[in-house]
């Protein structure tokens, strides 16, 4: 039935609405502004920098430079569509759905998981207090990194709304067998320590919680096919796997990731209600794991996929190694020599240090940078966080790009 969570949705009704919307810095306003709280987070989400360098970043198969294989910003864009679809059927808040979706996975990675992976690492072997995980490192570039020029041309951080931080952070995890709920308590979403430890506090972020599963499965699996990854027999098991699980008619040949989505959506939509949470019906929801395995086995440890793995530790560990040379030589070189043998890479790096720390503060007025400073240089903790976000924000191209200037002669 649809509209069956309308009476949970988030608007000016729900108890929680006060902290649902609150920034950790208030707003400029305008003077007959159209929008509501949550499009405005959204359209300052989709303007930030860190938004449009998601087209650049790997979904599953690294820098690629095919036109139809499926970047992050595709991924992000299924997430927001699917969460629409699910939202509105249900009763929802689509407009904070869609803002959710949108920043989603402003702080991943480049090449991806794997490059999420070295980064945690290197986190690790530097005994840094927090981890790397790309849920938490997406609040991190929405709350400190992202900024956007107000009306008097001053660069000022993203201040999102409490509903759409939580949902970002609070998006990893799985659907199981009990169903999806909200928690019920508003809690300091930076004490959060690891991914999946808590449940996003509205209806609208499990929706983005299940879709964000929902959207990637399909459409890996069209990139395979794209890219001849997978043999007959593979496909012959993938259709066969279908047809079981979903009830495709076996007059159907192709492999249609539309069928996939639109199969997925319509009985999560006809399962879920209030009080049984967000869920799927047991059929589909071992279609879903069963679909994820056979992408994991198939796909994800495909041979070229691991080698380009290695490659891309190299390139991210070469960036890091060298920024810390800087670090551990800056009172014998300075910036500006390690910028004349790495114009590329050092120009951008000076600019991220003028921008979060400070630096240069004459500089920063200059640029009318009146963001936070996030990062103490004569802190080598807080200077080795200034290099891990720095290598975060990078894309796939950028990256490779970066590795190139460091090791040519």
Known sequence: ??????????????????????????????????????????????????????????????????????????????????????????????????????????????????????????????????????????????????????PKGNFINLSLTYAVRDGVICHCGE?????????????DLNSICKPGEVQPITWEGCVVKISDKISYLGRDI???????????HQIYELRDLIRKNIGVDNTIKD???????????????????????????????????????????????????EHFKNYATLIIETIYQTLMRYYENREEYSLNSYIDSYPYLFKYFENWIIKYTDYDLEERRKRKFKNKIVYDLNVKDSFISLIIDFISSMTDQFAIKVFNEIISF
């Open 175 to 187: 659907i199981d067998e009990n169903s999806i709920y909200p928690r019920k308590n508003i809690i």
């Open 222 to 232: 069209e990139d395979a096919l794209l890219f001849k990854i997978l043999d007959k």
């Open 255 to 305: 492999i249609n990731n539309t069928v996939i989505i639109n199969d997925l959506v319509n009985d999560l939509c006809s399962n879920s209600k209030p009080e049984k949470g967000l869920k799927l019906s047991d059929n589909f929801l071992k279609f879903m794991t069963d679909l994820k395995k056979f992408n994991y086995d198939n796909i994800y440890k495909y041979w070229k996929v």
């Open 1 to 150: 039935m649809p509209n069956q969570f309308k009476k949970v949705a988030i608007n000016k009704k729900n108890k929680h609405w006060n902290d649902l919307t609150i920034r950790q810095e208030p707003l400029y306003e305008r003077e007959g502004d159209l929008r509501n709280c949550f499009e405005r987070d959204y359209n300052r989400i989709l303007h930030s920098k860190g938004y449009r360098r998601l087209k650049h970043k790997t979904q599953v198969f690294f820098a690629t430079h095919h036109d139809h294989v499926c970047t992050r910003m595709e991924h992000v864009n299924h997430v927001a569509s699917i969460s629409n679809t699910i939202a509105r059927n249900l009763g929802l808040n689509s407009i904070l759905t869609n803002a959710i979706a949108s920043g989603h996975d402003l702080g991943h990675a480049p090449f991806g998981h794997h490059g999420e992976t070295v980064l945690k690492k290197l986190c690790e072997i530097n005994n840094l207090s927090q981890e790397f995980w790309h849920e938490k490192n997406s609040l991190h570039f929405i709350d400190n990194l992202e900024t956007l020029q107000d």
